[in-house]
């Protein structure tokens, strides 16, 4: 395979306690349970493949230098049932988000983002970076007791064509994660928001209705696209004009703000996105 010294896929080695952290979880269940098309579980590996074709670690255009970054590669969650990998999920974000990392989550279908919104919600604050000779498997930390866990107030604003909050579908369903998110008690008591960015007549009015109802807002497409874009060093389009104003509308309201993204998801430490991707944008 073609690899670069130049690209941002040489700065991964494998570990769990860099800045950034790149978790897999190459699980299809949610389009398994939907009826929907199988073969996101191999999302994960490919996106590997092309890591050193990403780049450069210095880009020119945008004065951008990542090699500051420290970045590595946990791996793929594993665990025998699907419970089991939600679960593991869930505690991977909350370690890193208590000390401090970000964590990039691919995936895998969509029945991740509601682990993945409990991981950033609670999380212990101020866990401390292990030192390299007394580091354990980070495999086998078994969890946190919720007497542990602090709310945390985040936006999470999911680039999606539909509201995913069908209540005829199964709570494992990729059709229903929303309502998951929504009606999960740690969300509701942190004070946390969803936004639904670049929505389309994929939805149906009882989703709406149901999300709306539920503190969650839209962004319909239709209106991203009325925008006038103003090329910039950094909003090249409608979308990314309409998002930059978004982001510093509500960024002084929140600890943190994650953009998933849906057709593809990340969290960021101040801004951030989760088909399931999450990481930050600073």
Known sequence: AFKSSKTIGALFHPGFYDQLVLIGFPFDEGARSSALRAGAAYGPDCFRRFLHKLGPIRNAEFSADLSTITMCDYGNVSAPTAEERYEKLTNKIRLT????????????????????????????????????????????????????????????????????????????????????VLEDPLFVNSGSH???????????????????????????????????????????????????????????????IYILSLIHICRCRRYAVCRSRWSPYH
Not at 215 to 242: C, E, F, M, N, Y
Request: glycine share 8%; charged share 25%; hydrophobic share 35%.
């Open 194 to 256: 969803v936004v639904i960015f670049g929505a389309s007549g994929l939805c149906d009015k009882d989703s709406y209705d149901y999300f709306t109802s539920k503190g969650g807002s839209v962004v319909w497409l239709d209106d991203i696209r009325k925008q006038k874009a103003i090329p910039s060093a950094h909003v090249q389009t409608q979308a990314g004009k309409a998002l930059e104003e978004l982001l510093t509308k509500q960024a002084e309201h929140y600890e943190h």
């Open 97 to 180: 988000m208590g000390r401090g990392q970000v964590s990039f989550v691919l995936g895998g279908t969509r029945d991740l983002v509601p682990y993945c919104a409990r991981g950033i919600v609670g999380y212990p604050p101020g866990l401390e970076m292990p030192e390299l000779k007394q580091k354990t498997d980070s495999t086998q930390h078994k969890g946190f007791r919720p007497e542990e866990l602090k709310a945390h107030k985040v936006l999470i604003i999911a680039i999606a064509p539909s509201i995913d909050a069908d209540a005829n579908e199964i709570s494992s369903s990729s059709k229903y994660i929303w309502r998951k």
